[in-house]
């Protein structure tokens, strides 16, 4: 005899049979129930696994920030225009830390009130713009300075993007995207160039000490950052 026609001695025997009609009836049934069940588990399941990670949550981004500093003192003569460089790869940079920006202050020899003769020299100090990977186009640099009443000039440049030191507030859907922005790699690489310019300003009249040149003490601090975060 066939397999199929074993197959339907056993359909015939099953539907012929009202005992055994009553049991495939309810096993079907059993079996729609416990698929239907089971499917709608599994979308009610997935649809909150969706929803946890689609809802966005507010976090608190903090900084923590400490400074490397670096110093240069230069002579500059009547009319001299010298070029200064600070190599930022001699800052030792911490294991989860980030420069942040660059501050720079141009301090003269005289000083506002010790100069008895009342003049002060013109000083004058550029960032000039190179290879260092930082943020240029940033309107919050301040790049260029001049003063001529002996008082230092303050200049600065920010490296990483939108970083201002403060604390900030993000809705993301998680604590991984909320800080994936500050974690980009690759600000603050090269150097950062200086041009320094010396006006002697000299007294007029007899007896007047003869100023010829102008001590320029250049700091430079350097800000490292990390984050920490909070969810709100």
Do not use: H
């Amino acid at each position: 005899m066939s397999s199929s026609g074993d197959f339907r001695d056993i359909l015939s025997n099953m539907t012929s049979n009202r005992e055994g009609n009553r049991f495939t009836m309810i096993s079907f049934i059993a079996v729609l129930i416990l698929l239907s069940y089971t499917g709608y588990d599994t979308v009610v399941y997935r649809a909150e696994v969706i929803s946890s990670f689609a809802e966005e949550n507010e976090y608190r981004i903090m900084f923590s920030k400490q400074n490397e500093t670096m110093q240069i003192v230069e002579t500059l003569q009547d009319d001299e225009t010298r070029n200064v460089v600070f190599k930022l790869s001699d800052i030792d940079v911490p294991e989860g830390y980030s420069i942040g920006q660059i501050d720079v202050k141009i301090t003269p020899e005289e000083q506002d009130g010790d100069d008895d003769w009342l003049q002060c020299d013109s000083i004058a100090g550029d960032i000039i713009e190179n290879d260092l990977t930082a943020q240029w186009d940033d309107p919050n640099n301040d790049l260029s300075g001049q003063d001529s009443s002996c008082l230092p000039i303050e200049l600065n440049l920010k490296v990483y993007p939108n970083f201002t030191g403060e604390p900030i507030t993000v809705s993301s859907i998680n604590e991984f995207q909320a800080v994936k922005n500050w974690t980009e790699t690759g600000w603050g690489y090269g150097d950062l160039s200086l041009d320094l310019d010396l006006d002697v300003n000299t007294p007029l009249g007899l007896n007047t000490p003869t100023d010829t040149d102008e001590e320029i003490t250049v700091d430079v601090t350097v800000v490292l950052f990390s984050v920490f975060i909070q969810e709100v």
